[in-house]
């Protein structure tokens, strides 16, 4: 396989690629749980989670919380294997690559889709336990974990929120990447965009569960 340059004189695809790899990061550093403490909208978030968790703890009934987190698993299984198929077409799409432009293209397509596929994994695992642990005794959880039960359980839950958080944003990212070969520039504003609504989600002073 031999990989061509495209046309040297347009650099508009290469610095489009580039701003897109940038705001990647950006969104990966401002989405870390240390990156800005305090009342952000990240911590209103979590005060609800770990306030429901008490709530269902206090009303003694756990059948919500399993039915809820089996079907959050069937719906994160089914993502899994579209993310797996998804991958295995890009792959060989970046076999049959003619230019280093497209090859570039697919290979941040890829990159993106295994950061959503480590943070499905990672939510899958976390989620399988959390229904379990409503159920065991807080002082045995006391004794190991050095927290309360209500603590635990929404530390668990800020931990599959966020996994999930990053995987949807992830998958915007590939829709956005999807208009590379459209317009560049239509490419860099959507990525622009989304950047913008993503920081400002984690990093407001209000919940923004909702993304405008």
Do not use: Q
């Amino acid at each position: 396989m031999y990989l061509t340059l495209g046309d040297p004189s347009d650099l508009t695809e290469i610095v489009s690629l580039t701003i897109f790899a940038v705001c990647f990061i950006i969104t990966i550093i401002t989405s870390g749980r240390s990156f800005k403490r305090g009342n952000t909208a990240r911590e209103v978030r979590s005060e609800y989670r770990r306030s429901w968790a008490a709530a269902v703890l206090k009303a003694g009934n756990v059948s919500p919380v399993a039915d809820l987190f089996r079907n959050n698993l069937t719906i994160l299984t089914a993502m899994l294997g579209g993310l797996v198929v998804a991958a295995g077409l890009v792959l060989n799409a970046i076999g049959s690559a003619t230019t280093m432009i497209s090859l570039l293209h697919l290979g941040l397509i890829l990159v993106v889709m295994i950061f959503a596929f480590f943070h499905l994994l990672m939510e899958i695992r976390t989620s399988t336990y959390i229904p379990l642990i409503f159920s065991v005794d807080g002082k045995l959880i006391e004794k190991h974990e050095k927290m309360t039960k209500e603590e635990y359980l929404g530390r668990l839950m800020d931990n599959t929120y966020d996994d999930f958080s990053s995987t949807i944003n992830a998958l915007f990212y590939i829709a956005a990447l999807l208009f590379f070969p459209i317009s560049p520039l239509l490419f860099i504003f959507i990525t622009l965009l989304l950047t913008y609504l993503f920081v400002r989600r984690d990093i407001s002073e209000k919940s923004r569960i909702e993304i405008f």
